[in-house]
């Protein structure tokens, strides 16, 4: 082999065992932020069957993927079944979930209920179908994990799903809320969790690619994605490229919250509040400063001084 296509072949391996660390380092990531959440929020304990909710879209694979591999590893005993809805939306392909999960060896379920059908009977032509369509998703998922005995549901939704529901919520809803990382069922008998609260969906996005999932477009009923939600995420990427660290830091705002520096007096009892004569050392300062005046440095903290 002369040298020029030695030095090409030498690159190639480089740039392979370079991909495969990086994709190792995702896996670890993905591990580590779901085991994280799972933690975080009590969200999986000891005998819990988990149903875990795939709709063939990229989060759903990567969620059961990271699940599976966790229950390896965890101290504590949970089952996991996976359930598919098929809503017989046109196209829908069928075989594909059904070939992937028993290739994949975990109990899985696939539930055929014609939603699309009702959906389209009901709404008039040209109107969101979204909310009624996701109703009947809802109550039918309830009633297969009553079925299958599972006490869990386990969703996909990611960061970005969470951060862009909280903006929804905020910009067209009047509410500072976003969507639980856990939460009780509307019937009361299921506690729901998103275990992948802390994934980025660029990690979720590019998970998928790695493990090559046989992705099911999520657009086979014909609705259009919400145009409010597609601004939202176009907002959050600027944001990603221009001052990176702006969207991790509002999603770490979602769990420090000071409800007496908000307004709801049902989460502070701002009217029976009384100044009780005690200082309290980490109690707020009345007057801060300024929004644009230069911080004050901290008490020892390391500061450059202008020449
Ligand atoms: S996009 Fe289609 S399948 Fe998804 S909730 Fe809306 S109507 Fe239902």
């Known amino acids: 082999m002369n040298s020029a296509l030695m030095a090409r072949a030498e690159t190639g391996a480089r740039d392979i065992e370079k ?45 059961l ?8 590893r965890a101290p504590i005993h949970f089952d996991i079944v996976a359930v598919n809805l098929d809503q017989k939306q046109p196209n829908f392909p069928a075989d594909i979930l059904p070939a992937y999960l028993t290739k994949l060896g975990v ?42 005995g599972c006490n869990k549901i386990a969703l996909g939704h990611h ?8 903006f929804l919520n905020m910009f067209f809803g009047g509410k500072l809320k976003a969507m639980p990382a856990k939460l009780q069922s509307d019937d009361g008998k299921h506690i729901v969790i998103r275990p992948m609260a802390y994934v980025k969906e660029a990690d979720s996005t590019r998970y998928a690619e790695v493990k090559q999932f046989p ?66 050392p980490l109690g707020d300062i009345a007057f801060d400063d300024e929004p644009c005046s230069t911080p004050a440095p901290m008490p020892g903290a390391f500061s450059i001084q202008p020449q």
């Not at 993927?65 to 390896?72: F, G, Q």
């Not at 009702?118 to 998703?137: A, D, F, H, N, Y």
């Not at 960061?159 to 909280?166: M, Q």
């Open 159 to 166: 960061r970005d799903d969470i951060l862009e529901t909280f």
């Open 19 to 63: 991909t495969a660390h990086e994709n190792n380092k995702l896996h670890k990531r993905l591990c580590r932020l779901v085991g994280q959440a799972i933690g975080d929020f009590n969200m999986i304990e000891d005998g819990d069957k988990v149903m875990v909710c795939v709709s063939g879209g990229k989060d759903s694979y990567a969620l």
């Open 215 to 280: 992705i099911i477009p999520c657009d086979l009923c014909g609705s259009q994605e919400n145009l409010q939600r597609k601004q939202i995420k176009g907002l959050m990427r600027e944001w990603e490229k221009k001052y990176p660290g702006r969207v991790e830091s509002i999603f770490s705002s979602l769990s420090t919250v000071v409800p007496s520096h908000l307004m709801d007096p049902n989460l502070f009892g701002f009217k029976d509040l009384k100044a009780d004569g005690e200082p309290n």
């Open 107 to 148: 109990a899985f379920h696939i539930e055929n209920q014609d939603t699309y059908s009702i959906v389209k009977r009901l709404i008039p032509e040209g109107k969101t179908t979204c909310s009624l369509c996701s109703r009947l998703r809802r109550g039918i998922l309830y009633r297969v994990a009553d079925e299958l």
């Open 65 to 72: 993927d990271i699940l599976m591999t966790l229950r390896e």
